[in-house]
């Protein structure tokens, strides 16, 4: 099993910072990719940001240029640097990571959720 911690999350109020960390262990042959996923309360979960092994990143549209997603691949970890938020952006934070546990066998995984609130 891969496991993935989130740590970070809080009550903001909008306009404001905020710094989501996570931490992946267990099998892991190879990381491909890690990045975090929100859902809100009646609404589909969707990507937030993505960061490759290789360092490319992926954000949706909403969070360009105020979010940040950066990674370290010896640790497997990754951090998500939330500025400017505003309180559409309250959500369940979830931290995502692609993986390789061996040759011929790759998954993603999900972590628990770190709650996001934004108060304005």
């Known amino acids: 099993q891969v496991h993935l911690v989130e740590t970070g999350g809080g009550l903001v109020q909008a306009g404001g910072s905020l710094r989501l960390s996570c931490a992946a262990s267990?099998?892991?042959?190879?990381?491909?990719?890690m990045g975090w996923d929100r859902q809100v309360p009646g609404k589909q979960r969707e990507m937030v940001a993505t960061?490759?092994?290789?360092?490319?990143?992926y954000y949706t549209d909403s969070v360009k240029g105020r979010f940040t997603i950066s990674g370290d691949n010896a640790k497997n970890t990754v951090t998500l640097q939330m500025n400017s938020l505003r309180t559409e952006g309250a959500a369940v934070y979830y931290c995502?990571?692609?993986?390789?546990?061996?040759?011929?066998?790759?998954?993603?995984?999900w972590g628990q959720g770190a709650q996001v609130t934004v108060s304005s």
């Open positions: 960061i490759t092994s290789g360092g490319t990143t």
């Open positions: 267990g099998t892991i042959f190879r990381m491909n990719a």
């Open positions: 995502r990571a692609n993986v390789d546990r061996d040759w011929d066998e790759r998954s993603d995984y």
